[in-house]
């Protein structure tokens, strides 16, 4: 019993990392805009489908596909602010885009249905075959390798926004929207590259759900409703929050699997949301009282 | 603190006064008796509908055309129930799917409790099915409603999983995946769909009813002050907790009727049917399609978009296509009718013939014409939501 919870914990985490990739985007898109990008999901398993095409088709490795899926969804993400979301009038915005982005992913969805039917696919690779032995269970590679891509790319975000010009731009926007814009900064480049920065990460996020899920392209509504339970629940905007909350929601959702019933673990996972929200209604990390209606 | 409540804080100061004095004056029912002649018009396309609506199953006898009929009049009640809260509170809630599957479960099991015959009897149920899905309502709403804006949303989704687990997972009450068999009506094929289609009007008719009674009401006001801003709302004496809530359940109540008739009419519900993700996105979007906040808006957009849908399924055969076509549409709609349908095309209207009149009107360089231009459009989508009460 308790290998089995220990197992269970180390499966949360490593699968609560690639988690909180695909979350990051999400966070970082509502952190500067204030806009929840319901196509978020479905961009995680258009991320997949790049990376199958790519393996399929040319025989590039997913882990090596990434240096192309990543700048492809990143311009994606720059042409759906462009084209959708910088039009919108500021009255309602936060209506307007969960709309937007909702028909946005309902056409990424009916073109990947098009090109890809419904049937489920999986990615190839040695590394999600194959297991590695430690401390007396059995990880697949691609768990771990995931896990470290994650690591990498949220590490490489944390330095983009911590220690570039741009990192400070839309970090400051992500403060103060009026005040950003009152000291100079372009808050149109900012949403610009902010949306492609999250939707870009999310190929690498797609990539490994890809790789440790069978998919199509009705992937996207469980993934997009567990995005949004985690970003909430680490305080929306928050970067390191969606970190926390992914590997914390994760981990309580397996054990729970273990020592009571598989049947609820997914209802823990919602649950966990509910009990927080009652005592933070800001969640884990969320600002205090913020963008107060 | 951010420039999307920056502008609508512009927009604030300007549109309540406007807003509040048109509506504010009719509450008491002095005015209702000089009905300008807009609103005469109101009376007389809401009773043409009415006709048309009653007439229906009489000319359309195929039940192709009754079933999709049916359906566009859940919708019509379950976006109208999903507007007089989100429309009018301004809380936009994407988990009305739990109260559509409460009233659902209730029926089947009350209806197996006391081994209930198929027939009229069990509509009886209906009324008590909502019921039921207010009741589930209070602790969810008290839950959720301690969260604002986008955590709200958050959290009337993650409420929608729960209960769709939930569904699943509490096999006593709800038979788990195996789903549960309702009483089979014995009436014929020819007149079967009828039944069911005057029971989804009766449910559309309350809904409305209650939308546009709502509306007109002090509660009505109550709503679209916390809509417009909450804390300023509660500073000046609206009990905004109380009121969110009641018309949190009062919605509930409507969908879980939605709920009970469409598990009777399938016959047997299974937990994906009852709790369905599409179901809380539809009738979200068919009240921003229409008009948020509008009467009409949420009954123009089921009209429209139900009838589309179901007609889309079945001619296009490829899944993708048509739901590449859905999307468009919405984006095409977004784009050209922001406020949707209903105030969009007044704000045009009014546009046009502002226009016509600078043009014709050979005194079309009076000095106050310009600022009835300026101002019209700013103004036209909240004010004519808010001040003209039956629209």
Redesign the interface.
């Known amino acids: 019993m308790s290998t089995q919870i220990a197992k269970a914990i180390v499966d949360g985490i490593l699968t609560g990392g690639v988690y909180a990739l695909m979350a990051a985007g999400l966070t970082l898109i ?1 952190g500067v805009m ?1 806009i ?1 990008n319901i196509a978020q999901g479905i961009l995680v398993v258009l991320g997949a489908y790049l990376s199958y095409v790519l393996q399929v088709h040319l025989g590039i490795d997913p882990f090596i596909g990434l240096f192309f899926t990543i700048p492809i969804m990143f311009l994606l993400g720059v042409g759906i602010e462009w084209v ?1 979301i910088r ?10 885009s ?3 982005t ?6 990424i ?7 890809f039917s ?1 049937d489920l696919r999986t990615l190839n690779a040695w590394y999600i075959d194959e297991s590695v032995h430690v401390f007396g269970f059995y990880l697949p590679y691609i768990y771990l390798f995931g896990f470290g891509l994650a690591v990498v790319l949220l590490g490489a975000l944390y330095l983009f926004l911590y220690r570039t010009r741009t990192g400070f731009s839309i970090r400051a926007s992500v403060q ?3 005040g950003a ?1 009152l000291i100079g900064i372009d ?1 149109n480049r900012v949403s610009a590259i902010t949306f492609g920065i999250g939707v870009g990460v999310t190929a690498a996020g797609g990539m490994v759900f890809g790789a440790t899920n069978s998919f199509n ?1 009705n992937s996207g ?1 469980d993934l997009i ?1 567990r995005l ?2 985690i ?2 629940l680490g305080g ?1 905007g928050s970067v390191g929050g969606a970190l926390i909350a992914a590997v914390a929601a994760i981990v309580i959702e397996d054990v729970t699997a273990v020592v009571w019933s598989p ?2 673990a ?2 823990m996972f ?2 966990v ?2 009990l927080v ?2 005592i933070r ?3 884990l990390f969320g600002q205090q009282a ?4 | ?8 804080s512009e ?1 604030n100061p300007g549109k309540s006064p406007s807003s509040a004095s048109p509506t504010a004056q009719p509450v008491p029912g002095a005015s209702a008796r000089v009905l300008p002649s807009g609103r005469k018009a109101q009376w007389v396309v809401t009773g043409a509908a009415l006709v048309v609506a009653l007439a229906f199953p009489l000319i359309f006898s195929n039940p192709a055309t009754t079933s999709v009929a049916m359906f566009t009049l859940l919708f019509v009640a379950a976006s109208s129930a999903w507007n007089m809260f989100s429309g009018y509170s ?1 809380y ?1 809630a994407l988990g009305q799917a739990v109260f559509f599957g409460s009233g659902a479960y209730f029926l089947a099991n009350v209806a197996n409790l006391w081994h209930m015959q198929g027939g009229v009897g069990v509509f009886a149920l209906v009324p008590l099915a909502g019921l039921f899905a207010g009741l589930v309502a209070v602790p969810v709403g008290w ?1 959720s409603l ?6 709200f ?3 009337t ?3 929608f ?2 209960f769709q ?2 569904a ?2 509490l096999t006593g009450l709800t038979n788990g995946s195996a789903g549960m068999q309702l009483p089979i009506p014995p009436w014929l094929a020819a007149t079967y769909n009828t039944y069911f289609y005057f029971a989804a009007l009766g449910v559309a008719i309350i809904a409305v009813a209650l939308s546009w009674a709502v509306r007109r009401s002090r509660f009505g006001l109550e709503l679209f002050a916390i809509r417009d ?3 300023r709302a509660r500073g000046l004496g609206v009990r905004t907790g109380q009121v969110k809530l009641s018309a949190f359940v009062l919605s509930a109540v409507v969908t879980g009727m939605c709920g009970a008739v469409y598990a009777y009419y399938l016959g047997s519900i299974y937990p994906p049917f009852a709790f369905e ?1 599409i179901f809380d ?1 539809t009738i ?2 068919m009240g ?1 399609f229409g008009g ?1 906040g509008t009467v009409s808006g949420p009954v123009i957009g089921a009209l429209i978009l139900e009838p589309l849908q179901q007609y889309l399924n079945l001619q296009v055969t ?11 549409l ?2 095409l709609v ?2 050209y009718l ?1 406020q949707g349908i209903i105030p969009s095309s007044a704000e045009i209207l009014r546009n046009v013939r502002a226009r016509r009149a600078e043009q014709g009107g050979p005194r079309a360089s009076q000095p106050d014409q310009p600022t009835v231009h300026v101002t019209g459009p700013e103004e036209t989508p909240e004010s004519t939501t808010l001040g003209e009460v039956g629209k």
Request: glycine content about 6%; proline content about 5%; charged content about 15%.
């Open positions: 509502f204030e929840i959708f039009r919108l009038r500021p009255q309602n915005r936060t209506a307007l969960i709309l937007v909702f028909a946005v992913a309902i056409v969805e009916g073109l990947l249905t098009l090109f419904a103060n929207r009026t814009e808050i392209p509504y409703s949004l339970v970003v909430v929306l049947v609820w997914s209802t919602f649950g949301l509910i929200l009652l209604p800001n969640g913020a963008r107060a209606q | 603190m951010s420039t999307p409540s920056a502008p609508s927009q301004g936009t839950i301690r969260t604002r804006r986008h955590t949303v958050v959290i989704i993650a409420f999983f729960i687990l939930l699943y997972n801003d909450e804390d993700a996105v979200a979007l921003f948020l490829s899944g993708g296509v048509a739901l590449i076509l859905f999307g468009v919405f984006l977004i784009r922001p």
